[in-house]
């Protein structure tokens, strides 16, 4: 089943809160997953990624958690700001003879001053 | 600017029209990308070239064909088009094409109106 399911929609949280999306997978056979961040009318852009044979990884204020019994993931975002209102899409690649990537639904990010 | 050039930005068209959507990689990048983001579905993949050839086919319509020029820029045609084909459409770039979903940058994307 080549899907990832994202959750939540839409997510609005405090200046200096924490952010939390989640995702989740069936596909035992992919194998990276990074999180794109994205602003209106732009592109999505990279932001952080993970290979299953860690459990988190932490870049500034971003944050992956793995899980690969339960075949899930999560970003979380410590210390939310305003400016890191946008919209998150998580995705899913494996190797092989493409180097395409599965994309979440998208998860559009409020942080409020 | 991240390196990916799509064009033009915006178009709007009717229905049963056909129109042309290009994207020029990042310098250096042999393998193109190109995704459908619609409100209710994310970012749906249609598409990967790579030097030229087609490598990897995902949701597209028949009525959607693609292709990749020597220069390696890329062109989305979309044929007999419906209200439902409104959508943003985004190319991507990356240095490779195999091994796994690295390396991807993305253009900033060319919104389709169709009324």
């Known amino acids: 089943q080549q899907q990832v399911k994202q959750s939540p929609q839409s997510l609005i949280v405090q200046k200096g809160g924490i952010s939390i999306i989640n995702c989740a997978y069936e596909n035992t056979a992919f194998d990276y997953f990074p999180w794109y961040q994205q602003f209106p009318g732009k592109g999505p852009a990279l932001l952080i990624a993970i290979r299953p044979d860690v459990s988190e990884k932490k870049e500034g204020r971003f944050t992956i958690s793995f899980n690969k019994s339960a075949k899930q993931f999560s970003l979380h975002i410590m210390d939310s700001q305003p400016g890191d209102s946008a919209t998150y899409f998580c995705?899913?690649?494996?190797?092989?003879?493409?180097?395409?990537?599965?994309f979440g639904t998208g998860t559009l990010l409020a942080v409020q001053p | 600017d991240s390196g990916v050039t799509q064009t033009p930005k915006h178009l709007i068209t009717a229905t049963g029209q056909r129109v042309t959507l290009r994207c020029s990689p990042r310098s250096g990048d042999l393998s193109v990308y190109w995704y459908q983001q619609s409100l209710d579905q994310g970012l749906q993949f249609l598409i990967q070239y790579y030097n030229g050839e087609e490598r990897a086919k995902g949701n597209i319509l028949e009525r959607f064909s693609a292709q990749q020029f020597p220069d390696l820029h890329s062109e989305l045609n979309l044929s007999s088009l419906e209200l439902g084909d409104s959508a943003l459409y985004f190319c991507?770039?990356?240095?490779?094409?195999?091994?796994?979903?690295?390396?991807?940058?993305f253009g900033s994307g060319t919104r389709l109106t169709v009324v």
């Open positions: 995705a899913a690649s494996m190797g092989g003879a493409t180097n395409k990537l599965i």
């Open positions: 991507a770039s990356s240095p490779r094409g195999t091994g796994g979903g690295y390396g991807y940058t």
